[in-house]
């Protein structure tokens, strides 16, 4: 072998591996998100955790609205939850059965049920993130490198169950953009799916403004940021910020979740 040989050799040996490895899955990236915010189990350990709710909303027009609510979440399940509005509206589910009443009256509809699922899933799946992630029905899809406001980021695509939410211009391909260097999750966003764009042109972007220790280093988003945004992602004016104050409520208690009827069944059972 000549010298000038033996040097190719030589230089090709110092050069740094290519790694081939494409991104990673959506499992992979799921983990670590929840990871980043203290991972599933610690949340999973707080049990019922109880939240207080306040609505401040500005719509495109200028427009202002602010709500107050209280929700009650199973974290071990993510399965259980029940909402409690104005008006003495309550909307609960129980795994798949869901209700709602007002002033202690029960909605009989037949849809009733799949409205409550499909509106506590809209109202708390945003605000609970990443943990929301890992509910039955949502499923991670394609991952792709990109950025976000500069921040090198993977951008993963989430699909759910039909009837998943309640709105339909929700129940569109939502996207995730995630953290590069610690798989935090930096925003999760929408746009309307054609067919009712007609109907409803603006999408949405969540954005997690502040968090707060809960329990064993569980770290929970206590200020959301909703953003209107229109087909080309570009804010339409349309703000709200969702403050939550969160507390671990304890052990799980059933008779929050059931149907009232189901409540009352079992009190007779026990006289």
């Given at each position: 072998?000549?010298?000038?040989?033996?040097?190719?050799?030589?230089?090709?040996?110092?050069?740094?591996?290519?790694?081939?490895?494409?991104?990673?899955?959506?499992?992979?990236?799921?983990?670590?998100?929840?990871?980043?915010?203290?991972g599933l189990q610690a949340f999973r350990d707080l049990g019922v955790i109880e939240i207080a709710l306040t609505e401040e909303e500005t719509t495109s027009n200028g427009t202002q609205h602010k709500k107050q609510s209280t929700a009650y979440v199973d974290a071990a399940t993510l399965g259980?939850?029940?909402?409690?509005?104005?008006?003495?509206?309550?909307?609960?589910?129980?795994?798949?059965?869901?209700?709602?009443?007002?002033?202690?009256?029960?909605?009989?509809?037949?849809?009733?049920?799949?409205?409550?699922?499909?509106?506590?899933?809209?109202?708390?799946?945003?605000?609970?993130?990443?943990?929301?992630?890992?509910?039955?029905?949502?499923?991670?899809?394609?991952?792709?490198?990109?950025?976000?406001?500069?921040?090198?980021?993977?951008?993963?695509?989430?699909?759910?169950?039909?009837?998943?939410?309640?709105?339909?211009?929700?129940?569109?391909?939502?996207?995730?953009?995630?953290?590069?260097?610690?798989?935090?999750?930096?925003?999760?966003?929408?746009?309307?799916?054609?067919?009712?764009?007609?109907?409803?042109?603006?999408?949405?972007?969540?954005?997690?403004?502040?968090?707060?220790?809960?329990?064993?280093?569980?770290?929970?988003?206590?200020?959301?940021?909703?953003?209107?945004?229109?087909?080309?992602?570009?804010?339409?004016?349309?703000?709200?910020?969702?403050?939550?104050?969160?507390?671990?409520?304890?052990?799980?208690?059933?008779?929050?979740?059931?149907?009232?009827?189901?409540?009352?069944?079992?009190?007779?059972?026990?006289?």
């Open positions: 072998m000549t010298a000038r040989a033996t040097l190719i050799v030589l230089a090709a040996l110092l050069v740094p591996a290519v790694s081939l490895a494409g991104p990673p899955d959506g499992a992979a990236l799921l983990e670590g998100m929840m990871q980043a915010a203290g259980s939850m029940r909402l409690e509005l104005p008006g003495e509206v309550v909307v609960a589910r129980k795994g798949a059965i869901g209700w709602s009443s007002r002033a202690g009256v029960p909605d009989d509809r037949p849809q009733g049920s799949r409205m409550a699922v499909g509106t506590l899933n809209q109202r708390l799946f945003p605000l609970l993130l990443p943990f929301t992630a890992a509910m039955e029905g949502v499923r991670l899809g394609a991952v792709y490198e990109t950025s976000f406001e500069g921040q090198p980021a993977w951008r993963v695509a989430v699909n759910f169950e039909e009837n998943f939410f309640i709105t339909p211009s929700m129940a569109a391909t939502w996207y995730f953009h995630i953290r590069k260097d610690n798989g935090a999750l930096l925003a999760a966003e929408f746009l309307p799916p054609p067919g009712v764009r007609d109907v409803r042109s603006e999408g949405i972007r969540y954005r997690v403004l502040k968090q707060a220790p809960i329990g064993s280093g569980v770290q929970l988003p206590v200020q959301v940021l909703l953003d209107g945004i229109d087909l080309n992602g570009s804010p339409t004016g349309h703000v709200r910020v969702t403050k939550m104050q969160v507390t671990v409520r304890g052990p799980y208690d059933q008779k929050l979740f059931l149907h009232p009827l189901e409540v009352q069944a079992m009190g007779d059972r026990k006289d």
